[in-house]
T-cell receptor
């Protein structure tokens, strides 16, 4: 157990729907990162939050959004889902903004049908 | 353009043999360097990291990596592979620039198959 908890582990939904992925960071970590892993794009950075504030954005679609709550858990919202959004979504956390080595969660596998 | 390259998509190695996975990066300055392993259905586990100092870095599970500035490389090695080392291995780079905020750029990964 890495200490980073992601729920749900699996999600199957239809095109056009909206889903929310949840991440609880390791105790004491203030930074949360979201990554998408797909067969064609590999591992892609989506977005980072630090202590509730957005700090960096990567290849995140406008249909996707995220937030980090006061208790430091984070949610990634994916809307108007398309077949191509099917992927593994990973959350990672670290103590600060500088990367001393992330701890990754086990991921949420999203299947859009 | 900044990039991380893992030239080998797939490697097959016999149990007990040595393993070397290649990683090259293209950045203006020496970034932070990492190797992660992903077992089937699992998340990514950090094997080792390099920030500065000694260019030979020891990690978990008997892995080590060597940073070579002149070659912009950070190759991962293990002297004797176990069947449990079958997994996908990712090299990752943190540019450690003021606008990177710790985000990682990953290579495409190398799938390691271990044969008896």
């Amino acid at each position: 157990d890495s200490g980073v908890t992601q729920t749900p582990k699996h999600l199957i939904t239809a095109t056009g729907q909206r889903v929310t992925l949840r991440c609880s960071p390791r105790s004491g970590d203030l930074s949360v990162y979201w990554y998408q892993q797909s067969l064609d794009q590999g591992l892609q950075f989506l977005i980072q939050y630090y202590n509730g504030e957005e700090r960096a954005k990567g290849n995140i679609l406008e249909r996707f959004s995220a937030q980090q709550f006061p208790d430091l858990h984070s949610e990634l919202n994916l809307s108007s889902l398309e077949l191509g959004d099917s992927a593994l979504y990973f959350c990672a956390s670290s103590a600060k903004t500088v990367n001393y080595g992330y701890t990754f969660g086990s991921g949420t596998r999203l299947t859009v049908v | 353009a900044q990039s991380v390259t893992q030239p080998d998509i797939h490697i097959t190695v016999s149990e007990g043999a040595s393993l070397e996975l290649r990683c090259n990066y293209s950045y203006g300055a020496t970034p932070y360097l990492f190797w992660y392993v992903q077992s089937p259905g699992q998340g990514l586990q950090l094997l080792l990291k390099y920030f500065s100092g000694d260019t030979l870095v020891q990690g978990i599970k008997g892995f080590e990596a060597e940073f070579k500035r002149s070659q912009s490389s950070f190759n991962l090695r293990k002297p004797s592979v176990h069947w449990s080392d079958a997994a996908e291995y990712f090299c990752a780079v943190d540019p450690y620039s003021t606008d990177s905020w710790g985000k990682l750029q990953f290579g495409a990964g190398t799938q390691v198959v271990v044969t008896p």
